[in-house]
């Protein structure tokens, strides 16, 4: 079973930057794509980013020139750096990684923006 260990979540004013991490309790190597799903209250979970292992990003168009998704193969993990916040991305953001034949989501990290 394979777990993927969040960080970096919390509170922050809007304009203000946070960075997330998600490594994966084993080797990427067989990992297709990951990347950041969010859940606001009410609302759908909804993809952030991805990144295949190609090295190939897709982003939400809300987030499209201020979320940055990267992967560090030397630490085995991926970050997605959130700049100029705004109260909208407000919600728990869940990591999770397509490997061929499964996939596996993260326990949530919360982020919350404040006016």
């Known amino acids: 079973q394979v777990q993927l260990v969040e960080s970096g979540g919390g509170l922050v004013q809007a304009g203000g930057s946070l960075r997330l991490s998600c490594r994966p309790s084993t080797s990427a190597f067989n990992i297709n794509t990951i990347g950041w799903y969010r859940q606001a209250p009410g609302k759908q979970r909804e993809l952030v980013a991805t990144?295949?292992?190609?090295?190939?990003?897709n982003y939400a168009d809300s987030v499209k020139g201020r979320f940055t998704i990267s992967r560090d193969s030397t630490e085995n993990t991926v970050y997605l750096q959130m700049n100029s916040l705004k109260p909208e991305d407000t919600a728990v953001y869940y990591c999770y990684a397509r490997y061929t034949f499964s996939g596996y989501w993260g326990q949530g990290t919360q982020v919350t923006v404040s006016s």
């Open positions: 990144i295949t292992s190609g090295g190939t990003t």
